[in-house]
């Protein structure tokens, strides 16, 4: 088991998605341990205690200059891709043949080793580096207070649809699964495995918005929604492909793949995880989101 002792500095880590939920958090705490980091994002964004630069999945030209003195990545796929191994892989293959020596990867934790989506840059990832990890995150509490749809839900008319019934989601905070990112990143020795990263308990979505309504102190609910009711309102927002890939992940939650709790957040940093409560009640002290009181 690992502690939260600070780590020393080590050499630089290109974090992508580096504005994203996940990669500004994992920025924000390798900076703050003292280490260097390339911030990479298709504006080259300025992120506080980083060197911008430009990067886009999507333009290979964009790479050489991103990878140019890392020896570490932070591997956020793009969003809304159904297929990301076709543009992730051969930029991982690039990263290492330039000196890039360890790697982790987000992925989630309804996507197993093999499966669809980011689960094929999981299976190849231990062929491309010796030091890898792969994330593979509960739903993030986040999806409540920042820009996603149930957010946005909760702001506009106070309903959260899904087609999970009542099944329960060890939801994860955002910040935790940096934690355990920035640890995976500089410690002595990289975990090379997967981890499942959840928070404390699991809740159902009846649950969560309870939880938001007393937060916010203003009226929430949960709207359920069958698999075909909810892939149509996703089809309208997206790929149908990938609609019909977020619709299948919240039937399996309603069939309990979720319903699951583990202590990789403490086995990594070495504290626990942040119940969603907890989690919320800060959302709503800094303003965030929909997470803030009438």
Not at 102 to 117: E, W
Not at 143 to 163: E, K, P, Y
């Amino acid at each position: 088991m690992t502690t939260n002792a600070p780590l020393p500095p080590v050499g630089t880590t290109l974090v992508t998605g580096a504005t994203g939920t996940t990669g500004s958090r994992t920025c924000a705490q390798l900076t703050a341990a003292g280490h260097t980091v390339k911030a990479a994002g298709r504006r080259a964004t300025p992120v506080p205690g980083t060197e911008a630069v430009a990067f886009d999945w999507y333009d290979a030209a964009t790479h050489a200059a991103a990878l140019d003195g890392v020896d570490r990545v932070y591997v956020v796929p793009p969003v809304g891709d159904p297929d990301p191994a076709a543009v992730v892989l051969p930029f991982l293959r690039r990263a290492r043949a330039v000196g890039v020596r360890r790697a982790v990867l987000l992925s989630a934790s309804s996507i197993q080793k093999g499966g669809p989506a980011v689960g094929r840059v999981h299976e190849a990832l231990p062929g491309i580096f010796d030091e890898w990890a792969v994330l593979r995150p509960s739903w993030f509490m986040q999806n409540f207070s920042g820009d996603h749809m149930h957010a946005h839900g909760i702001r506009t008319d106070g309903v959260i649809h899904t087609a999970t019934g009542t099944g329960r989601v060890g939801f994860v905070d955002a910040e935790d699964i940096a934690a355990v990112a920035a640890r995976a990143l500089t410690g002595p020795r990289a975990p090379n495995t997967d981890l499942v990263l959840t928070g404390p308990e699991t809740l159902s979505y009846d649950d969560i918005a309870a939880i938001v309504a007393e937060a916010t102190g203003r009226p929430v609910l949960h709207r359920p929604l069958s698999h075909r009711e909810l892939r149509g309102r996703l089809t309208a927002l997206m790929p149908e492909e990938f609609a019909t890939l977020l619709a299948d992940m919240d039937e399996a939650i309603a069939m309990g793949a979720e319903d699951r709790v583990t202590d990789s957040v403490r086995s990594v940093t070495g504290r626990p995880a942040r119940d969603f409560r907890s989690v919320m009640d800060r959302e709503r002290d800094h303003g965030r989101g929909g997470v803030r009181r009438r």
